[in-house]
């Protein structure tokens, strides 16, 4: 069975400083990685994908995550915060191959700058 | 591009009532999801359409959920009779394939509060 921890409820940053939310999984295989903003009362924005290839990868609004394979983690990281960067954010796990497969998600982490 | 469109927005009912929430995927996307989300935890799936035919539904709780996804385009997720603990956000999303890696686009959600 596949599973995300996001091993922290909440993550506080000072605006202009660098941030970081921590996400590992279990899979078996490569996985497909999935990031995921919600401000309050929205939906959920996707942020960014990691399929295949290059370990770093970019998304929108400045962030980007860096996906490990030996410590199975897809950290989310932006270089500058911003205070209207403050929002819930999810991690997701999807197990590779064909045919059906369920998108699986963290619990959340919600991100304060201030 | 219009995205996924919810409606309603918000809506507070008795418990033992019935409530609707209808849903249109973005344009050309044959798959088309209904998620739950409880306040504090992820989103988890309660049913997934490929076009008309439903894929997994295993999570969904067939003796007072229901959906239908007619001409596999719109969607409607019924709850009769409602309970206390189907408080949460319902969350329609939808992707154009089924495909592992393909991105899935959530709309803004339906928000449900049963008193």
């Known amino acids: 069975a596949q599973s995300v921890a996001q091993p922290e409820d909440q993550v506080n940053v000072a605006e202009g400083n660098p941030l970081t939310v921590k996400c590992t999984y279990s899979?078996?295989?490569?996985?497909?990685l999935f990031w995921y903003v919600q401000y309050p009362n929205r939906g959920l924005q996707f942020l960014l994908k990691y399929i295949t290839g290059d370990n770093l990868v970019k998304g929108s609004y400045g962030f980007e995550a860096e996906f490990n394979k030996s410590q199975t983690s897809f950290h989310l990281k932006k270089p500058s915060a911003l205070v209207s960067d403050s929002a819930l954010y999810f991690c997701a796990v999807r197990a590779p191959g064909s045919g059906y497969s369920t998108l699986t998600f963290g619990k959340g982490t919600m991100l304060l700058v201030s | 591009e219009a995205g996924v469109a919810q409606s309603p927005r918000y809506k507070i009912i008795e418990k033992r009532q019935s409530v609707a929430f209808w849903c249109n995927p973005i344009s050309g996307h044959a798959t088309l999801y209904w998620y739950q989300q409880i306040l504090g935890q992820g989103p988890k799936l309660l049913i997934q359409?490929?076009?008309?035919?439903?894929?997994?539904d295993s999570q969904l709780p067939k003796d007072r959920f229901s959906a239908e996804r007619l001409k596999g385009v719109d969607s409607t997720l019924k709850i009769q009779p409602a309970k206390l603990e189907d408080s949460a956000v319902y969350l329609c999303?939808?992707?154009?394939?089924?495909?592992?890696?393909?991105?899935?686009?959530f709309g803004e959600g339906s928000w449900l509060t049963v008193v």
């Open positions: 359409f490929q076009n008309n035919g439903v894929v997994d």
């Open positions: 999303a939808s992707s154009f394939r089924q495909d592992r890696s393909d991105t899935i686009y």
């Open positions: 899979v078996s295989g490569n996985p497909y």
